[in-house]
T-cell receptor, first 109, second 116 residues
Framework: RKEVEQDPGPFNVPEGATVAFNCTYSNSASQSFFWYRQDCRKEPKLLMSVYSSGNEDGRFTAQLNRASQYISLLIRDSKLSDSATYLCVVSLGGNKLTFGGGTRVLVKP | DARVTQTPRHKVTEMGQEVTMRCQPI?????VFWYRQTMMQGLELLAY????????DSGMPKDRFSAEMPDATLATLKIQPSEPRDSAVYFCASGSRTGDSTYEQYFGPGTRLTVT
């Protein structure tokens, strides 16, 4: 079983719609959680950290469910520019990060 | 705007040749990471350094890969001899702790390696 699992998608989303997807992690000792965004043929970039109480950054909302060992990302009012692969990232603490395989999102007009 | 830089951006080489990839981390970052990304395996950690000392290279094939950090401004990843299965995008990343003690990692643009 992979340490961090994601639905690869693609999630085809009409512009302006809401999309949400999850990521599960296997190690209950995981301490830090992040979402990264990766555009085609580009490097991954930090989108947001995920806090225990959940957090919001503009149109993006991240939630953490420690009991069920998953994190989620919700994108409201999707823009064409939101089309990308979203990488779920987990850390046991320290600096080492474990990346999921990514969920591809395609926002269409 | 501080960035991680990597050279070369693209490399095409023949099987058996040595490949050297270079990375300049963001000034002041004390951790440096090497990742490999392929369609099949996704993003895999090869090795990482803290304060120039290697901390973990368990993800790296030891027989042909080597990673070094000769000084705080340069990290290198070498493959000798290269094989077609090494074809991938190799990312370097550097990291630091933020004011609220969370850890953030910043990626370079990657080296796209093709071994024929």
């Amino acid at each position: 079983r992979k340490e961090v699992e994601q639905d690869p998608g693609p999630f085809n989303v009409p512009e302006g719609a809401t999309v949400a997807f999850n990521c599960t992690y296997s190690n209950s000792a995981s301490q830090s959680f992040f979402w990264y965004r990766q555009d085609c043929r580009k490097e991954p970039k930090l989108l947001m950290s995920v806090y225990s109480s959940g957090n919001e950054d503009g149109r993006f909302t991240a939630q953490l469910n420690r009991a069920s060992q998953y994190i989620s990302l919700l994108i409201r009012d999707s823009k064409l520019s939101d089309s990308a692969t979203y990488l779920c990232v987990v850390s046991l603490g320290g600096n080492k990060l474990t990346f999921g395989g990514g969920t591809r999102v395609l926002v269409k007009p | 705007d501080a960035r991680v830089t990597q050279t070369p951006r693209h490399k095409v080489t023949e099987m058996g040749q040595e490949v050297t990839m270079r990375c300049q981390p963001i000034l002041g970052h004390n951790t440096v990471f090497w990742y490999r990304q392929t369609m099949m395996q996704g993003l895999e950690l090869l090795a990482y350094f803290r304060n120039r000392a290697p901390l973990d290279d368990s993800g790296m094939p030891k027989d042909r890969f080597s990673a070094e950090m000769p000084d705080a401004t340069l990290a290198t990843l070498k493959i000798q001899p290269s094989e077609p299965r090494d074809s991938a995008v190799y990312f370097c990343a550097s990291g630091s702790r933020t004011g609220d003690s969370t850890y953030e990692q910043y990626f370079g643009p990657g080296t796209r390696l093709t071994v024929t």
